[in-house]
């Protein structure tokens, strides 16, 4: 029997976790400001007079305003000396103003006026009247095109220029906070793997993993909580359906939930039962893998050497080419923070530089459909000196947990 794999259950496991997210600090407002400032460098540089921020991570990283969105039109901007103006219903008004960081005017709109032309408002407010406006990147086309109609003279662009320059360098107080959510994950993970017995669904499975984040002090339900039994492993993102575990099953565990708002993202496969000799040589060849890409990941190196490390130490063991199955049919990996997927994509045809800040995922996973899939993700994080492991890799697939 896989170590650390069975054993134990649901209740016994609960009774004994406690918080590991009590002394978290979260990001102040001189980060914030902080934030703000470099954004308005890179206006000036970009000849950028105005960001305009939908509700999307983006306003919650500037400016600290977390607002859901929705399809009422609710956002601020932000000019290239830093003067914020806010754009909200009338009747969002009070709340908003409870949840202001930063003071600006506020411009309100009636369900049956045109919230767009208060953004135009907002831009001649900020002294702009017929300048460069950046739009962020994640807002909704609805949104864009009511702007795009109501546009009196700018120029509207994609903010990503902007955003992407500011949001995939992590400072020492994101990547605690990743850390943290990340040490909440592996101890999920871990707990995970001791209660699984034949006969339990992957639901039960799920619903474990949820309360066991709340539990250790996640601040949300996992946003992803992909849990799959046997053949169905071999699916990335999983497949529609309960399933039922086996002795000799395979086991793909991946999830991710937040501290401060900021994500985890971990995944562990590893074998109820006795692994077999085909289980481990996948298994070790998976592992392998994940250690070449972290031995790439020097600064300096493009985000697609570390996606053809990975295809390359694939194609020698006889998978892929490329993107085939069996194989890695997905990028090696991805950056982390306010949002589960964001910049840093590690994919062919990226050709950003690794930087000192930067942090993503590392996860080569191999899927052989049909028989059975292996994916071990943890997260890497650049230094000056190189790259660390927000996580320590999987032992072994008789030990999985290195207990």
């Given at each position: 029997m896989t170590i650390g794999v069975g054993g134990s259950n649901v209740q016994d496991e609960?009774?004994?976790?406690?918080?590991?997210?009590?002394?978290?600090?979260?990001?102040?407002?001189?980060?914030?400001?902080?934030?703000?400032?470099?954004?308005?460098?890179?206006?000036?540089?970009?000849?950028?007079?105005?960001?305009?921020?939908?509700?999307?991570?983006n306003l919650r990283?500037?400016?600290?305003?977390?607002?859901?969105?929705?399809?009422?039109?609710?956002?601020?901007?932000?000019?290239?000396t830093g003067d914020i103006v806010y754009i909200v219903p009338s009747f969002e008004k009070e709340k908003t103003k409870a949840m202001i960081t930063f003071p600006g005017k506020i411009f309100t709109w009636e369900e049956d006026e045109?919230?767009?032309?208060?953004?135009?408002?907002s831009f001649t407010f900020l002294g702009i009247t017929r300048g460069t406006i950046?739009?962020?990147?994640?807002?909704?086309?609805?949104?864009?095109?009511?702007?795009?109609?109501?546009?009196?003279?700018?120029?509207?662009?994609?903010?990503?220029a902007i955003t992407k320059a500011c949001r995939e360098i992590?400072?020492?107080?994101?990547?605690?906070?990743?850390?943290?959510?990340?040490?909440?994950?592996?101890?999920?993970?871990?707990?995970?793997?001791?209660?699984?017995?034949?006969?339990?669904?992957?639901?039960?499975?799920?619903?474990?993993?949820?309360?066991?984040?709340?539990?250790?002090?996640?601040?949300?339900?996992?946003?992803?909580?992909?849990?799959?039994?046997g053949s169905a492993t071999a699916y990335p993102h999983g497949v529609p359906y309960s399933q039922t575990l086996q002795?000799?099953?395979?086991?793909?565990?991946?999830?991710?939930?937040?501290?401060?708002?900021?994500?985890?993202?971990?995944?562990?496969?590893?074998v109820f039962g006795e692994p077999t000799q085909r289980h481990r040589e996948i298994w070790q060849l998976e592992r392998m893998t994940q250690d070449a890409v972290f031995d790439a990941a020097q600064v300096g190196v493009t985000c697609q050497t570390l996606d053809d490390t990975a295809r390359s130490c694939l194609t020698k063991a006889g998978f892929g080419p490329g993107y085939k199955t069996p194989g890695l049919p997905h990028r090696t990996g991805h950056g982390l923070g306010l949002d589960i997927h964001e910049h840093p994509y590690i994919v062919k045809g990226n050709k950003d530089k690794l930087s000192t800040g930067m942090c993503f995922s590392n996860e080569p996973m191999i899927c052989?459909?049909?028989?059975?899939?292996?994916?071990?993700?943890?997260?890497?994080?650049?230094?000056?000196?190189?790259?660390?492991?927000?996580?320590?890799?999987?032992?072994?697939?008789d030990d999985p947990f290195g207990q």
């Open positions: 609960l009774k004994s976790m406690q918080l590991l997210s009590e002394n978290i600090e979260n990001i102040t407002e001189e980060e914030y400001s902080a934030r703000i400032q470099k954004a308005t460098v890179l206006m000036q540089k970009h000849n950028v007079d105005a960001i305009f921020f939908s509700c999307s991570t990283y500037f400016i600290n305003l977390n607002i859901y969105p929705s399809e009422r039109l609710h956002g601020a901007a932000i000019n290239k045109n919230p767009a032309k208060m953004v135009m408002n950046a739009i962020d990147e994640n807002t909704p086309f609805f949104i864009f095109d009511a702007l795009n109609a109501a546009n009196n003279g700018h120029r509207l662009i994609n903010a990503q992590k400072s020492k107080k994101e990547l605690a906070l990743i850390q943290s959510a990340m040490d909440i994950a592996l101890e999920v993970q871990r707990r995970t793997a001791k209660i699984l017995y034949p006969g339990i669904t992957t639901v039960e499975v799920q619903n474990f993993v949820t309360l066991a984040h709340k539990r250790l002090g996640s601040k949300t339900p996992p946003a992803f909580n992909i849990v799959l039994f002795e000799g099953d395979i086991v793909l565990v991946d999830m991710g939930a937040t501290v401060g708002g900021y994500y985890s993202d971990i995944t562990r496969t590893y052989i459909y049909n028989e059975f899939g292996v994916r071990l993700e943890d997260h890497i994080y650049m230094t000056e000196s190189g790259p660390k492991w927000f996580t320590k890799p999987a032992h072994s697939i």
